[in-house]
């Protein structure tokens, strides 16, 4: 069977002669690579060259013919230089510049897995992962009826998240996410979408994107909307998660600090099938041979700025919030701030839906996934009906990137912001020069040794273990859900009733402040910057305890008479 079929080429003006395009033809991806030497002299830019491209594809052994348009001049294209292969082997969008180069991974329910084979009568969808995750957790959004039968849902990955990939950059904030989407939004040719945005930094991205390009988005609705800037005792937790991530020695510290992120992002001690899907996935993505990714994560979450009154005026879609009510860090208060600060269109606040009982993640928590998809959609419903025709941007992409800094200009107050590189998206960049240095710093800090880390994955590349078959009758120090520990000894179980005062080397949640509960300021955030690259890698605290354990109950056998109810001291630990 032959498909003969004629391609035009709608190029990013971004690209230079060598750059690396791909183009999705449903069901199959053709992947094509500019060669210099079929550049003409008078031509700059692969898009000067490349006018048209037609192919003739079989596909019973996969052989192809095709040529390019060259300056009126047609010359035929070397085998290898078209590629045909399904179109799950990468369904990304590369968008490469001088300075920068990004490829944004995406997946969709479509049959193909691409924006080519979606279904123009439905409206689209574009969910955004939350924290430390990427879009393979929204399974739970992808997999309701309620959204997959009668949308078309789109998902991407954060640059640095997943299966995006990109350079470690010192320029990365939430405007440049914000600029990522819209690039890859454009590229795609998608029409405007609904979005649904989890968490920290997906929140905060989506806001930024509604400012600078409000026709790509119909409405917003955020699912936990952060404090402006980090809390206290969360700043703290961060800085302390870090080292115990990109430092962990073997597989039993790394657990452990997976083990407090679990129970950090979902309040949640006793699930032991979401302990181990999670651990496991973070074993796989982001070991401590990938922190500088973990690194530049944090470092957003840490430095980000609050969104000024005349940002958020720039945001006129309709909004939904839907908060948890028991969330430590992303207070329910925050969220009503937003909503009493932000209007659309006709002047109306937006609806907000808090979920009773919740507490953090409601992604990836069944129960509370269930309710997200149903007041979303009712919430959809309420909104006029869109098509999902995929049609060129009206305005070429290179000039509304330039109207786009113009814009972020005005709200920012820097009038250089409109004279920047349109090709580059870091140029969408407001970290400050003195952030930039400290993120810089923290990144080339974390990234010596790098290659002599753990790395807590087997030969076959798979985890080595399940979280919840780790040994722990080896490890005394591991207590039960009612915090016994699991060495019957009276001086232990008595120390452990007692109130143990605040280690000084790893303070407790808040203590490094004078309220846990405030929002972070300029000087402790840059505080917390020198402190992370400043820290003494061989000093960082162990959790996991290893030897014999004679020593211990021999030691303790001494002290029976002497230390009821006395925590023990760090020599006997």
């Known amino acids: 069977m032959t498909w003969t079929f004629q391609l035009t080429l709608a190029l990013d003006p971004r ?12 069901p199959w991806h053709i992947c094509m690579t500019s060669r210099p030497r079929y550049e003409n002299q008078s031509c700059g830019s692969v898009t000067q060259f490349c006018q048209a491209t037609s192919a003739t594809l079989s596909l019973k ?34 968008l490469p510049s001088r300075d920068d180069h990004v490829s944004i991974w995406y997946t969709t329910n479509s049959t193909y897995g691409n924006v080519g084979s979606f279904d123009p009568g439905k409206p689209t969808v574009a969910l955004l992962h939350p924290l430390f995750l990427d879009s393979s957790w929204l399974t739970r959004h992808f997999d309701d009826p309620r959204l997959s039968s009668d949308y078309n849902l789109v998902a991407f990955d954060q640059r640095n998240q997943g299966r995006s990939r990109c350079r470690p950059s ?60 980090e809390l206290k005792w969360v700043f703290n937790a961060y800085d302390e998660l870090l080292q115990m991530w990109c430092y962990a020695p073997d597989l039993d510290s790394f657990e452990y600090a997976g083990n407090e992120v679990v129970t950090f992002m979902t309040g949640e001690t006793d699930n032991v099938d979401l302990q181990d899907d999670l651990i496991a996935y ?3 993505t982001t070991p401590p041979g990938k922190r500088y990714r973990i690194v530049e994560l944090v470092n957003i979450m840490m430095n980000r700025t609050i969104l000024s009154k005349k940002e958020l005026a720039r945001i006129t879609c309709p909004i939904l919030i839907i908060q948890n009510e028991h969330s430590t860090v992303a207070p329910l208060k925050y969220a009503e701030a937003l909503r009493d600060e ?48 995929l049609r060129p941007p009206a305005i070429p992409t290179l000039e509304r990137t330039r109207l786009a800094l113009q814009t972020l200009s005005e ?93 000084p080397e790893r303070p407790l949640d808040g203590s490094l402040t004078a309220n ?46 002497t230390a009821q109810g006395i925590p023990l001291s760090k020599s006997h630990v």
């Open 516 to 561: 846990g509960l405030d929002l972070v300021t300029d000087a402790v955030a840059q505080d917390g910057r020198m402190r992370r690259t400043t820290v003494n890698t061989s000093s960082v605290e162990k959790q996991v305890i290893k030897g014999s354990m004679s020593k211990v109950v021999t030691q303790s056998t001494t002290l029976k008479g």
């Open 411 to 503: 709200l920012v107050g820097d009038p250089s912001v409109a004279h920047r590189n349109p090709r580059s998206l870091l140029s969408f960049s407001c970290v400050t020069p003195e952030v930039a240095k400290s993120q810089l710093e923290s990144l080339k800090f974390y990234a010596k040794d790098i290659d002599k880390t753990y790395c807590p994955l087997g030969r076959d590349g798979r985890p080595i273990r399940k979280y919840s078959e780790r040994k722990q009758s080896h490890h005394w120090f591991h207590g039960d859900s009612r915090g016994i520990s699991h060495v019957d000894t009276e001086v232990l179980i008595a120390a452990q009733q007692n109130v143990r005062p605040p280690s």
């Open 61 to 94: 052994n996969a052989s192809f013919r095709a040529e390019i348009g060259c300056c009126s001049q047609l010359l035929p294209v070397p085998s290898g230089l078209l590629r045909c292969a399904p179109s799950f082997y990468m369904p990304s969008v590369h």
């Open 170 to 229: 010192a320029l990365h904030d939430c405007y440049v996410d914000a600029a990522d989407l819209a690039s890859a939004i454009q590229a795609l040719m998608l029409p405007p979408a609904h979005f649904l945005a989890f968490e920290c930094i997906s929140v905060n991205a989506v806001l930024r994107l509604a400012a600078l390009w409000p026709e790509l988005v119909l409405s917003l609705s955020l699912c936990n909307v952060p404090p402006p800037t």
């Open 342 to 389: 932000i209007k659309d269109a006709t002047g109306a606040e937006p609806r907000f839906y808090v979920i009773r009982g919740a507490k953090a993640c409601v992604s990836i928590i069944p129960g509370s996934a269930s309710l997200v998809n149903r007041v979303f959609t009712g919430f959809l419903s309420q909104l006029p009906r869109s098509r999902s025709d």
């Open 15 to 26: 690209l230079d002669s060598g750059d690396h395009v791909s183009m999705h033809i449903c």
């Open 282 to 284: 973070w074993e796989k």
